[in-house]
């Protein structure tokens, strides 16, 4: 096995060291928890005839055994999401799949499930960043009836698949793995998509135009196909050894995904505590398979909203990872992968390509992952080395193409797209930010220019739409941040400054919003904290201060004197009609909880109690 990278040793160091206590605290309150016996065993006859009332005959006989595992689905079906309409078959077919081995499954309980696709730019955004602790919230109340041995989560998309991770650490002394539905096919371009959202945004075509062409990008079941932060958490999952090999990018509805969701029903029921192989969710998610999820996304081009959810989802199990970390690690990372919005292609054509299974071979054999963690398929992440096919109609692996079927899509990591994975740390007196610059062409990563401050999305819009931006400046978008307004995503600002900068013009986002897992070839900083309701300087920006944002040297600051900026009063924004309708007000006990973004924009603080029982925060 070839020797690990020095950067990624040493900051997998660092962060052993950061979490000690909240590990060590996590890990015993797990070991625990965990037990040999059936889990319900231990309630009462009256429990478990609550629980097995609504069951079949066999069933309710296979639970008052008590002598094979029962395994809780925790779904976010809905048939609104593309992503997740195929999750409505999977229960009964995972219950079919389990009854061969004696084994049981029951719907432990569903989360919610929003799509950001419907809510950009609308009210509903407001509560997507927040949605993410209520599936967390709602994954523990539905394993909490603790009668089962191991758990499946169904879920995809952006919020849910974090959500489902967080609240699924909580009883991490049992086998957990992820289910996913795979990408609807293909269907126009991505460069024909950019081009229409383009033209509209000039106002040269209208909405019927704009919808034809949106409803023939988005138009069947399955994951959107681009690789934002759904196609993200796929990978995660998979680097992460959550997943069944191979499972990530497999379309609904084909034989090779009907024989996934059979195959891991059958494999979490075989590494309960009940089974001969006891793999809990504890012991595959350590300080390990975190540093690989993040070295995976800078592989591939991944969401930066992973900047605030993998921190949330590590500090679940008691790993403390910042932004200093993400830029150590993308600094000695290659960019093996170019899928849109860093590249034309989509995630069919990656998958084609060679996909994961490419990835994670070239990145083991670079030692740029940590090959020797445990997975769900047992020792070594090699087994996520290998693709899945069919032999004969059962579910097989083999060794991927020893070369990309298409390098303007998946390279080898001798010859990468970029030497580094495009993301890059922000500081300055500004405070701190992410920018990913994977689909930022280098003429465009440095910019000081004039700010221009906008009161909302909605604001730069209009004056763009009349005509008064054609200039060089920085975009200035403050009190966007989780306390604020629960951290919106920004994504209907790329159209109008993509259109600015085709003209020409320099231009560049400065927010402590989100933009999304779409960001593109507008520079972007994004997630800047403090947050301008928290005290941080973006809110003392006024119009004509000239920002400087440079991805190179990875700088963001204000050029003014700085006791002129220490002296300066923040602004205030009137954020009252931006609390309340399509259920906004049901969160400000969220938006006053909520901790800042590097911190993982978490409502709850699970590592400062996870540092207590050790003997103090970390």
Same mark, same amino acid.
């Given at each position: ?26 890990? !015993?309150?797990?070991?625990?928890? /965990? ?15 609550? !629980? ?24 976010? $079906?809905? @048939? ?8 409505? @078959? ?22 919610? #499930? ?12 407001? *509560? ?52 996913? /539905?795979?990408?609807?096919? &293909? ?24 919808? !034809? ?13 681009? $690789? ?41 029921? &075989? ?73 034309? +292609? ?16 070239? *990145?083991?054999? +670079? ?34 193409? +020893? ?11 001798? @010859?990468?797209?970029?030497? %580094? ?29 004039? /700010?221009?401050?906008?009161? &909302? ?17 920085? #975009? ?17 600002? %790329? ?9 020409? $013009? ?54 003014? @004197?700085?006791?002129? =900026? ?15 309708? /399509?259920?906004?007000? =049901? ?24 540092? #207590?029982? #050790?003997?103090?925060?970390?």
């Amino acid at each position: 096995m070839p020797k690990l990278n020095k950067t990624v040793e040493a900051v997998t160091a660092r962060i052993v060291e950061r979490s000690r206590r909240t590990r060590a605290a996590y890990l !015993a309150q797990m070991r625990q928890a /965990a037990g040999r016996e059936p889990r319900r065993r231990a309630v009462s006859c009256g429990n478990l005839a609550h !629980a097995a009332a609504a069951c079949g005959a066999e069933e309710k006989k296979a639970l008052a055994r008590g002598d094979g595992p029962n395994i809780g689905i925790v779904t976010a $079906y809905n @048939d609104m999401l593309s992503a997740h309409q195929p999750l409505k @078959d999977y229960p009964d077919r995972i219950k079919a799949a389990l009854r061969e081995l004696g084994a049981t499954a029951q719907v432990a309980g569903g989360v919610p #499930a929003m799509c950001d696709g419907v809510t950009q730019g609308q009210a509903g955004m407001d *509560l997507s960043l927040f949605s993410r602790d209520v599936i967390a919230l709602a994954t523990a109340v539905s394993l909490s009836h603790d009668v089962y041995d191991g758990a499946l989560m169904l879920g995809v998309c952006d919020k849910i698949v974090p959500g489902l991770f967080i609240g699924a650490a909580r009883f991490g002394w049992m086998p957990v793995m992820f289910l996913p /539905a795979g990408p609807m096919p &293909s269907g126009i371009t991505n460069d024909e998509k950019a081009r229409v959202r383009q033209l509209y945004a000039e106002g040269k075509i209208g909405r019927d135009e704009l919808l !034809a062409a949106e409803s023939a990008s988005y138009h069947s079941p399955g994951t959107c196909t681009f $690789y934002g932060t759904a196609n993200s958490n796929q990978m995660m999952m998979e680097i992460m050894g959550l997943h069944l090999p191979g499972s990530a990018f497999v379309n609904p509805g084909t034989p090779l995904r009907e024989a996934f969701v059979a195959e891991t029903a059958r494999r979490v029921a &075989s590494i309960t505590a009940l089974a001969d192989e006891y793999i809990p969710f504890c012991d595959i998610v350590d300080e390990r398979a975190i540093v690989n999820a993040v070295i995976g996304l800078h592989a591939t081009g991944g969401s930066t909203n992973h900047t605030i959810h993998l921190i949330a989802m590590a500090r679940a199990v008691g790993v403390l990872i910042d932004w200093t970390d993400f830029s150590d690690l993308s600094k000695v990372t290659p960019l093996l992968a170019r899928v849109y919005p860093n590249g034309r +292609a989509d995630v069919n054509q990656f998958q084609a390509a060679g996909g994961l299974a490419f990835v994670i071979r070239e *990145l083991i054999d +670079a030692g740029l992952l940590h090959e020797d963690v445990k997975t769900a398929m047992g020792e070594g992440l090699s087994r996520y080395a290998e693709e899945a096919w069919l032999d004969d109609g059962r579910l097989a692996w083999r060794a991927p193409p +020893a070369a990309s079927a298409d390098e303007e899509i998946l390279r080898p990591a001798v @010859d990468p797209f970029s030497k %580094t994975g495009g993301l890059v740390l922000l500081e300055g007196n500004l405070g701190r930010a992410v920018i990913k610059v994977s689909a930022v062409k280098e003429n465009r990563r440095t910019i000081e220019a004039p /700010a221009i401050v906008f009161r &909302s999305q909605k604001e730069l819009m209009d004056r763009f739409k009349a005509g008064e931006l054609n200039r060089d400046f920085v #975009a200035v978008v403050p009190f966007q941040g989780p306390k604020a307004n629960g951290m919106p995503e920004l994504h209907k600002l %790329t159209p109008p400054l993509g259109v600015l900068q085709d003209k020409g $013009y320099r231009v560049a986002l400065v927010t402590d919003g989100r933009m999304s897992g779409a960001s593109g070839k507008v520079p972007a900083a994004i997630h800047l904290t403090p947050e301008a309701l928290d005290g941080g300087a973006i809110a003392k920006i006024r119009d004509g201060d000239v920002i400087r944002l440079d991805a190179e040297t990875g700088e963001l600051s204000a050029m003014l @004197d700085e006791e002129e =900026l220490a002296a300066r009063a923040p602004a205030k924004a009137d954020l009252s009609g931006e609390h309340w309708g /399509a259920g906004r007000e =049901l969160f400000a006990g969220m938006r006053a909880l909520v901790g800042g973004a590097e911190e993982g924009a978490m409502t709850f603080r699970l590592e400062e109690r996870l540092g #207590a029982k #050790a003997g103090g925060a970390s």
